[in-house]
């Protein structure tokens, strides 16, 4: 048996957008993937806890416009820790300019507002290859 994703949920920075953190958080937690909800903290700080907590992702959140400084921070120093294996998404709000910018930063997928919890559940499984623990959420169910 496969053993359960486990995800690092932050908010990056100063961001004072807790809502969708803690939504996806649960629904993560829901789905049976360890979550870890450390909330607001920088860069360092959230690369220092996914080397402790040894996370297959980390999920990150921010709706404040701090998303193209913090987020590719995030990616640069997990690379540095030897941390490659470990996915990186975002969710908040992104201008859809700035996604290409952030993918090419090494984000791995970008949830903007009104993204279903499905298919946040179902994008991280798949991102682990552990889709199949899920299969009543492989429909793309964009609501
Ligand atoms: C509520 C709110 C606030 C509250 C926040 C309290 C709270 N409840 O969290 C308060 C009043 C504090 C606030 C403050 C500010 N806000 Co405000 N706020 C909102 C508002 C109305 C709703 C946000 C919300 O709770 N949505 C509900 C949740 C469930 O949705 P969500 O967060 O988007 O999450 C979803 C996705 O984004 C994604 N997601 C989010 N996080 C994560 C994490 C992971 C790991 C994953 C996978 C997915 C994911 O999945 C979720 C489910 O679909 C939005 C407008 C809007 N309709 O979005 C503006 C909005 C986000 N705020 C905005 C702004 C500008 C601000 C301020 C800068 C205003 C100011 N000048 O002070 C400050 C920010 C200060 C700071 N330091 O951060 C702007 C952002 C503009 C931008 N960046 O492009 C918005 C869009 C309003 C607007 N139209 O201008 N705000």
Redesign the pocket.
């Known amino acids: 048996m496969k053993k359960s994703i486990r995800v690092l949920?932050a908010r990056l920075g100063?961001?004072?957008?807790?809502?969708?953190?803690i939504?996806?958080a649960r629904a993560l937690r829901d789905a049976g993937m360890e979550v870890i909800y450390i909330s607001n903290q920088m860069p360092e700080n959230i690369v220092q806890t996914a080397l402790q907590e040894d996370v297959d992702v980390v999920?990150?959140?921010?709706?404040?416009?701090n998303h193209m400084i913090l987020a590719p921070e995030v990616v640069r120093l997990l690379r540095e820790k030897g941390m490659d294996g470990t996915a990186v998404?975002?969710?908040?709000?992104i201008?859809p300019t700035d996604v290409p910018k952030l993918k090419a930063a090494g984000i791995k997928?970008i949830?903007?507002?009104?993204?279903?919890?499905e298919k946040?559940i179902r994008v991280?499984s798949e991102l682990n290859g552990t889709s199949s623990l899920y299969p009543d959420l492989t429909s793309d169910n964009e609501g």
């Open positions: 949920i100063m961001d004072a957008h807790w809502r969708g953190s939504v996806v999920g990150l959140s921010t709706l404040s416009g998404v975002l969710g908040g709000a201008p997928e949830f903007g507002p009104g993204t279903s919890l946040i991280i």
